[in-house]
C-alpha cells in the first residue's frame, strides 16, 4: 500500500540537561569512612451510504458508483487515505471507480521503494534516538565522575533481581505476548516495479497458513514478491493463496515452513463485550513485534474503507472498535483478548487529519482502532484456502450510497440500466421493490447503505434473517434467505 513512512519529519534530538551545580566537598572524615568506594549512578462516523446486497455485483442507482463513498471513516491501518467518489453511488455500479474519503480499515505500512528515501528517513529517526541517547548516557557519566565520593546516595539493583528472574503469571499482558509473539510475522509485499508495503500477520495453521489484511498483500499480486519474517529473524518467502478485497481478508502460504509453527488460539468476537481489555501485536510504521494495550471500546462499528488509491476498491465491516494504539503497519495483525485468543484482524483507524492515515501528512493512532471480528475472518480465510475465491452472501438489490439516517433505500435502477431488484433473487422473492428503505436486519437498525453491507457480510449465504423496510409510510417486515455470490469481481 502506499507511503505509510513516508514524509515523516525527523524529531530533533533532545537537549542536554543542564549540568546541576558542584555539591561542596565532603570533609575528609566522611571520605574515609566511605572506605573510598565510589558510589553507583545510575523510557485504526459510521459509513453512509452503501451498496446492501450482493456487494459486488448488484446493480447501482443512479446516484453513484459502487466505490460507496462513506463518511470520515477510518483508514487502512497502514496507509491510504480514502479516495473521491460520487455520492450516493448504488451498488454495483463500476467496480473500478474511485472512492471518497473515508478510511477505516488499516493500511499496510508502506515499504520503501527501491531506491527510495524511507529506510533511510527510519534510519535518520533511530539515529536522532540513538545519539540522543548517547548524549544523556555521556552527561551520566560525566555527572557521575564529578560527584565520584560526593556522598551520593544511589544504589543499583543487583544482578539477580533483573527482569529475566520475574516469573509473570498466564493472565498478565507480558505473558500474553511472550506467547504470542512468535507466532506472528512481519509481512512485506512488493510489485514488479518495486514498489510495496509493509503489514502483518499471524499463523493461522501448522501447514503455513498466515492470515492477514487484502490491502496488505495486494502489492505482491501478480507476480510480485511477498515474505514473511518471524520475531527471531527467520525470513520465509510467501504466496497468496486467496484474497478477499470486500472483507478486506487475505490468506498467505510460507513456501518450506518450518514444523514448529504455533497457530494462534481462535476467540468467539460474539462473546466480546465493551470494556475488555485488549492487546494488539503489529509493526507500526515498519517496528516489528510492538505490542500495545487497550480495550473494546464499542462493538458493531459500520466500517467503510480503502486505501485511497485510483484503483483501490472499498471494503465494509462491521467493526471491533479499540483504543489499544494502532498505526500503519498495524493492518493484518491480530488483536487479542485478555486470555490471549485472537478476537479481531486490526485493520483500519480513523485519523485526524482530513486525510486520513494514508495521507501524504500520515498521522498515527487517535485512540480510534477498528478490527474485523474473528468469526467472520476465520470463515473467510477457511473459504480461501479451499477455493482460493471469498463467498459472500447478499440480498440481490442495489441500495444508495448516500449520506443518511433513515435507512438503506433501494435505488431505482441498477449501473448500466439493469434492474435495481435482481429477478429471481432473495430481496424479489421477499417482495422488496425499487423506494422500499430497509431499516433493520434482524435486530441490528440500519441507518445506510453501507451499514447494510456490513451487517449482510457477517451472515453466510443460506442464512435466514428478518428485514424491515417502510413502503409509503407503512413499516413491514419479512423473511429473507439469503443467496450468495462468489470472487469480488
Known amino acids: 500500500m502506499s507511503t505509510e513512512n513516508e514524509g515523516n519529519p525527523v524529531p530533533p534530538a533532545p537537549s542536554a540537561p543542564p549540568v546541576p551545580p558542584t555539591s561542596p566537598a565532603a570533609p575528609p572524615q566522611a571520605a574515609a569512612s566511605d572506605g573510598g568506594e565510589s558510589p553507583t549512578t545510575p523510557i485504526p462516523p459510521v459509513p453512509q451510504g452503501a451498496p446492501a446486497g450482493d456487494p459486488y455485483a448488484a446493480p447501482q442507482g443512479p446516484q453513484g458508483s459502487w466505490p460507496p463513498p462513506p463518511p470520515a471513516t477510518p483508514s487502512y491501518a497502514d496507509s491510504g487515505a480514502g479516495a473521491g467518489a460520487a455520492a450516493g453511488a448504488g451498488w454495483g455500479s463500476s467496480y473500478d471507480q474511485q472512492y471518497p474519503q473515508h478510511q477505516p480499515f488499516q493500511q499496510p505500512q508502506t515499504a520503501p521503494k527501491k531506491g527510495s528515501g524511507r529506510g533511510g528517513l527510519i534510519a535518520a529517526v533511530l539515529v536522532a534516538a540513538l545519539v540522543a541517547g548517547g548524549l544523556g548516557g555521556g552527561l551520566g557519566y560525566t555527572l557521575a565522575k564529578n560527584n565520584d565520593n560526593l556522598g551520593s546516595t544511589t544504589v543499583s539493583a543487583s544482578a539477580d533481581g533483573g527482569a529475566t528472574q520475574v516469573k509473570r503469571a498466564a493472565g498478565t499482558i507480558a505473558a500474553v505476548a511472550n506467547k504470542a509473539l512468535p507466532s506472528t510475522v512481519t509481512i512485506e509485499a512488493e510489485s514488479t516495479n518495486g514498489e510495496g508495503g509493509t503489514g502483518t500477520g499471524f499463523v493461522f495453521d501448522t501447514q503455513g497458513h498466515i492470515v492477514t489484511n487484502n490491502h496488505v498483500v495486494a502489492d505482491a499480486l501478480d507476480g510480485g514478491k511477498l515474505t514473511a519474517t518471524f520475531p527471531d529473524g527467520k525470513k520465509y518467502d510467501a504466496e497468496v493463496v486467496g ?5 478486506d481478508v487475505a490468506v498467505i502460504k510460507l513456501k518450506n515452513p518450518p514444523s514448529d509453527l504455533k497457530p494462534l488460539a481462535l476467540g468467539n468476537s460474539d462473546n466480546v463485550a465493551v470494556g475488555d481489555e485488549t492487546i494488539a501485536i503489529g509493526a507500526p510504521f515498519g517496528l516489528s513485534n510492538t505490542v500495545t494495550t487497550g480495550i473494546i471500546s464499542a462493538k458493531n462499528r459500520p466500517v467503510a474503507s480503502s486505501d485511497g488509491s485510483s484503483t483501490s476498491k472499498a471494503s465494509y465491516m462491521s467493526a471491533l472498535q479499540t483504543d489499544a494504539s494502532i498505526n500503519p503497519g498495524n493492518s493484518g495483525g491480530p488483536l487479542l483478548d485478555a486470555s490471549g485468543a485472537v478476537i479481531g484482524i486490526n485493520s483500519a483507524i480513523q485519523s485526524s487529519t482530513s486525510g486520513g492515515l494514508g495521507s501524504t501528512g500520515q498521522s ?17 480465510a477457511q473459504q480461501l484456502i479451499q477455493s482460493g475465491k471469498p463467498v459472500y452472501a447478499k440480498i440481490g438489490a442495489s441500495v444508495s450510497l448516500e449520506d443518511s439516517s433513515g435507512g438503506a433505500q433501494i435505488t431505482d435502477s ?9 429477478s429471481g433473487g432473495p430481496a424479489a422473492k421477499a417482495g422488496l421493490k425499487p423506494g422500499d428503505v430497509i431499516t433493520k ?46 470472487g469480488d469481481n
Not at 484474497?243 to 472483507?247: E, L, R
Open 364 to 380: 498515527g493512532s487517535i485512540g480510534l482502532g477498528f478490527a474485523i471480528p474473528i468469526n467472520q475472518a476465520k470463515y473467510v
Open 441 to 486: 436486519l434482524d435486530d441490528t437498525v440500519i441507518d445506510s447503505g453501507p451499514t447494510l453491507i456490513g451487517e449482510i457480510w457477517t451472515h453466510k449465504p443460506g442464512d435466514k434473517v428478518q428485514v424491515t423496510y417502510k413502503r409509503g409510510g407503512s413499516e413491514h417486515t419479512v423473511e429473507m434467505t439469503l443467496g450468495s455470490r462468489v
Open 414 to 422: 441498477g449501473s448500466g440500466g439493469s434492474a435495481a431488484v435482481e
Open 243 to 247: 484474497h478477499a478485497q470486500g472483507y
